[in-house]
């Protein structure tokens, strides 16, 4: 079964598709220093709105999807109103 991400991987190209199910760990697959870059800075974006809106709830980001789903939902039913990272 693919995930959605697989599948846009595969319309745009067929050996990432290949790569994602076959070689995770194959150095095409290894972001380069730009891309290294970009996350630093989603970073830094992420940390400076936790900072700016203190109380928040933040959905970690190493559960599993299920599980990420469900923290989002109680954070949104609950009186908390800020959530990062659902």
């Avoid at 959605?4 to 990432?16: N, P, R």
């Avoid at 989603?42 to 933040?58: C, D, I, K, W, Y």
């Avoid at 190493?62 to 469900?70: F, G, I, Y």
């Amino acid at each position: 079964m693919l995930t959605k991400s697989e599948f846009l991987a595969g319309s745009q190209c067929h050996k990432l598709l290949w790569w994602r199910r076959h070689d995770r760990d194959a150095v095409e697959l290894q972001p380069d220093r730009v891309l290294e870059d970009l996350f630093d800075q989603g970073r830094a974006v992420g940390e400076l709105a936790r900072s700016r809106f203190p109380g928040g709830a933040l959905i970690p980001a190493d559960l599993a999807r299920s599980e990420r789903v469900q923290a989002t939902n109680a954070a949104l039913t609950s009186e908390n109103s800020i959530v990062f990272e659902a």
